[in-house]
């Protein structure tokens, strides 16, 4: 399985809004809606941010918003605050038990 | 709470071995699907495998790169889960979480991660 593509960086204000996109194939984030999004701070731990391409985890703020078109799925990030900054991966079943993870993408908050 | 402690990173020569642990508590071990994931310096996220439930038929799944070298085992009875590597080699660097993975293939729950450095 190839790791789904993410753009290395993205960036955004305090306030504003930013879209962190995932592209995969029909054979994964195409094919199934289990497209998920981590947020990674530095040293730390991942934490799942978005499951099932939608689904927020309690506790996940709704500043944080995933979806899917075709074989591309997005991650928003409204009203950005500081604490945002981190790395952020996606995630799709990718069949016969298979999981594949992005590349991750750095969001810096400027 | 949940919590996930891994334990026997360390440093290891190419074509090595190495197991890790990763002691369960805070949730029905014997109802989990446990993964391993792993993380290269600076680098993403990478599935490695994972053991679905004994009643689920105990099923074991493997990244390719780690196939045939790599093995996952669970005992339930200790609530533990662990990760033989054997042959190892440079690239399989990382650190290296064990995860509790939701049966909609999304990991609910991360260990702190233990590192495992292959070198000569």
């Known amino acids: 399985q190839s790791a789904l593509t993410q753009p290395p960086s993205a960036s955004g204000s305090p306030g504003q809004s930013v879209t962190i996109s995932c592209t995969g194939t029909?054979?994964?984030?195409?094919?199934?809606?289990?497209v998920s999004w981590y947020q990674q701070h530095p040293g730390k731990a991942p934490k799942v941010m978005i499951y099932e391409v939608s689904k927020r985890p309690s506790g996940v703020p709704d500043r944080f918003s995933g979806s899917k078109s075709g074989n591309t799925a997005s991650l928003t990030v409204s009203g950005l605050q500081a604490e945002d900054e981190a790395d952020y991966y996606c995630s799709s079943y990718a069949g016969n038990n298979n999981v594949v993870f992005g590349g991750g993408t750095k969001l810096t908050v400027l | 709470e949940v919590q996930l402690v891994e334990s026997g990173g360390g440093l290891v020569k190419p074509g090595g071995s190495l197991r890790l642990s990763c002691a369960a508590s805070?949730?029905?071990?014997?109802?989990?699907?446990m993964t391993w994931v792993r993380q290269a310096p600076g680098k993403g996220l990478e599935w490695v495998g994972r053991t679905k439930t004994k009643t689920e038929g105990g099923t074991i799944d493997y990244a390719a790169p780690v196939k045939g070298r790599f093995t996952i085992s669970r005992d339930d009875s200790k609530d533990t889960l662990y990760l033989q590597m054997n042959s190892l080699k440079t690239e399989d660097t990382a650190v290296y979480y064990c995860t509790v993975e939701a049966n909609t293939w999304y990991v609910g729950y991360w260990g702190q991660g233990t590192l495992v450095t292959v070198s000569s």
């Open positions: 805070g949730f029905i071990f014997s109802n989990a699907w």
């Open positions: 029909s054979s994964d984030v195409g094919g199934y809606n289990y």
